[in-house]
C-alpha cells in the first residue's frame, strides 16, 4: 500500500484529473503566445516548473467531485487556466515586492532580468486571467474571479502595513493570509458549482472548504519558513529577514518573557536582520514547540473542511481529505 504523504496525494489527485489538467496546461502555453518575442520567452521560463499547480488542481478536482457531467464540460478548464495565471502575476509582484531571488527552486524572473520585467509579465498573465474567465460564459464566475484579484491585492497592503509589527495578533495574522493566499482557493472550490448553477448553499460550502484549505497551506508554508528544508524551493528564513511577522513569531510571543520579547522587538524593527539572529529565533521556537503548535491549529481548522467533505461519497472527495491531512504533515 502506497504511503500517505503530501507529494504522493498530489500524484494520485493529478492522474484522477490528468486530461482536464494537460488541457489546462496546453491552455496556459497558448496564451502565452506573443508577437512579442520577449513575453513568451520570460512566460516559457516562468511555467518551466509548474509545480503542483494547486488552485487548477482544486478547481477540477472540485468540479469532478460535484458535476456529473464533468467529461462534457470545458468551462473548468479556462477556469484553471485563469486562476493559474492569476496566481503566477501574484506571484511575479510579490517577487518584486520582497526582493525575491528564487522561485519555484530556480532564479526568479526580477533576479535574471529586472523589477520592470517582473511587473510588466505579472500584468500580461492577469490580462490573459481576464481574457480567459470570459470563456466560463458566466458573469458570477467571471465576477467571483475579478473579486478575489482584489482581495489579494488588498492582502498584499495589509501584510505590507504589518511588516515588523510583533503586536499582530492572530485574528489580523490569519485575514492576511485569507485574502492573501486562501481566498483564490476558495475561487478556485466554488468556481466550478458557479459555472453549472448549483445551490447558494453549495456554494459557500465549496468556497469555505478552499478558504480553509488556503489558510493551512499558507499556516505549513510559514511555519517551514523556519522548519523546512532546501525542497520547498525557496530560502528558508525569507519571511524572517523580510522582517514578516508570521504564526510562528505570534505564538512564540505568547510564551517567553518580558526581557525575550523586547529583544525580538528590537531585532524585527532593525532595518535588516541576520542570520545569527535567525538562528537565535529558531532555538527559541524548538524550546517552546512552536512547530507542533502550528500545525495543531492547521489541524482545528481541517476539521471544519473534513464535516463539510462528509457529505460526498466519492473518490474525489476522499482525496481532498487526503490532502487536508498530508498537508499539515508536510516537510516542503
Aim: with cysteine; hydrophobic share 40%.
Amino acid at each position: 500500500m502506497k504511503q500517505l504523504t503530501f507529494e504522493n496525494t498530489i500524484l494520485s489527485i493529478h492522474k484522477d484529473i490528468q486530461v482536464k489538467l494537460k488541457k489546462t496546461n496546453e491552455t496556459i502555453d497558448r496564451y502565452i503566445k506573443s508577437e512579442i518575442s520577449i513575453i513568451p520567452k520570460l512566460s516559457k521560463y516562468f511555467f518551466n516548473k509548474r509545480g503542483k499547480q494547486l488552485r487548477p488542481v482544486l478547481c477540477l478536482l472540485s468540479s469532478k467531485m460535484i458535476n456529473s457531467n464533468y467529461s462534457q464540460m470545458n468551462t473548468d478548464i479556462s477556469m484553471a487556466a485563469a486562476l493559474e495565471f492569476i496566481h503566477g502575476a501574484t506571484l511575479l509582484h510579490d517577487d518584486v515586492i520582497d526582493k525575491g531571488k528564487i522561485r519555484r527552486g530556480q532564479r526568479s524572473i526580477n533576479d535574471i532580468w529586472n523589477n520592470k520585467f517582473s511587473v510588466l509579465l505579472g500584468d500580461f498573465m492577469f490580462s490573459k486571467s481576464f481574457q480567459l474567465m470570459t470563456k466560463g460564459n458566466s458573469l458570477s464566475a467571471m465576477g467571483s474571479l475579478a473579486e478575489v484579484s482584489s482581495k489579494i491585492s488588498e492582502g498584499e497592503f495589509l501584510q505590507l502595513s504589518n511588516e515588523q509589527n510583533v503586536s499582530i495578533k492572530i485574528e489580523d495574522y490569519i485575514n492576511i493570509i485569507s485574502l492573501k493566499t486562501a481566498e483564490l482557493f476558495g475561487a478556485a472550490m466554488k468556481v466550478p458549482a458557479i459555472l453549472t448553477n448549483k445551490s447558494p448553499k453549495l456554494i459557500k460550502q465549496l468556497n469555505t472548504l478552499g478558504i480553509n484549505y488556503g489558510i493551512i497551506f499558507q499556516i505549513i508554508d510559514d511555519n517551514l519558513d523556519y522548519f523546512g528544508g532546501k525542497e520547498t524551493g525557496k530560502f528558508i528564513g525569507q519571511d524572517f529577514l523580510e522582517g514578516k511577522v508570521t504564526l510562528p513569531i505570534i505564538l512564540l510571543l505568547k510564551k517567553i518573557n518580558k526581557d525575550q520579547k523586547e529583544k525580538i522587538n528590537t531585532i524585527f524593527q532593525k532595518k535588516k536582520r541576520t542570520i545569527k539572529e535567525f538562528k537565535e529565533i529558531i532555538k527559541l521556537l524548538q524550546k517552546y514547540e512552536i512547530e507542533q503548535e502550528c500545525r495543531e491549529y492547521a489541524e482545528k481548522i481541517s476539521v471544519k473542511s473534513l464535516g463539510i467533505l462528509n457529505q460526498f461519497k466519492n473518490k474525489q472527495s476522499q482525496l481532498l481529505k487526503e490532502l487536508l491531512v498530508t498537508s499539515i504533515k508536510r516537510e516542503s
